[in-house]
């Protein structure tokens, strides 16, 4: 379950390393590796300067509420919440809330300096991420009776650009849209309400017990 922006991003960023700072390691026909540090770069494209090659720079978008997924007006509460687990004896309900559904947007860009090291990276890239795919987010296995992985199934879309360099700089961008349901609000326990009265011109309307939330 995605339980926040931050995980969402801290879980993209483990498909390029396992922690910040990491390195994704290549290797060429004649069993030589090549080494690329993961830096996370917050500026704008134009403004990355890495000072050593190959490096690989993860710039990330403001993430957006997916306006597809938006509710009408008349939507908006049935679709916001859904009671559960009512208990009569206890007079408590707990209320789940819909995820969100958020666009985040990535830019992966690899700087190398050397023609056969871009061609590796390429393959790199090719060989495991597709024009459209999946990404497997808080992934886990070891399940009982399970032997593949589990985790939040993530839709993603990638495209590919090349910059033009005069520098002696080769630069790939691999943009990446990822559609994420974020847990936000997390399920809560409620009070029901017991009982209330309502005075219609002296007559008194008894109606069930209802949660009892603020909206």
């Known amino acids: 379950m995605l339980t926040s922006l931050l995980n969402c991003f801290d879980q993209f960023r483990k498909q390029f390393s396992a922690v910040a700072g990491g390195n994704i390691t290549i290797t060429d026909t004649d069993n030589s590796t090549v080494e690329l540090p993961v830096i996370y770069a917050r500026e704008t494209l134009t403004q990355i300067k890495p000072e050593a090659y190959p490096v690989i720079s993860i710039y990330d978008y403001e993430p957006e509420i997916d306006p597809n997924f938006l509710p009408t007006p008349e939507q908006r509460i049935d679709a916001y919440r ?71 199934a993530v839709l993603y879309t990638m495209d590919v650009t090349n910059a033009p360099r005069t520098d002696g700089v080769y630069e790939t961008t691999y943009h990446f849209t990822c559609e994420c349901r974020v847990h936000i609000q997390m399920p809560e326990d409620v009070q029901l309400i017991q009982q209330f009265i309502l005075s219609l011109g002296g007559v008194s309307v008894e109606t069930d017990s209802q949660p009892q939330t603020n909206y």
């Open 82 to 152: 859904a009671v559960n687990n009512v208990d009569h004896i206890w007079d408590t309900a707990t209320v789940f809330y819909d995820p969100i559904a958020f666009i985040f947007n990535y830019d992966v860009s690899v700087f190398v300096k050397k023609p056969r090291h871009r061609l590796l990276m390429q393959n790199y890239m090719y060989s495991r991420f597709q024009k459209r795919g999946t990404f497997l987010y808080n992934s886990t296995s070891g399940l009982p009776g399970y032997s593949g992985e589990v985790g939040d």
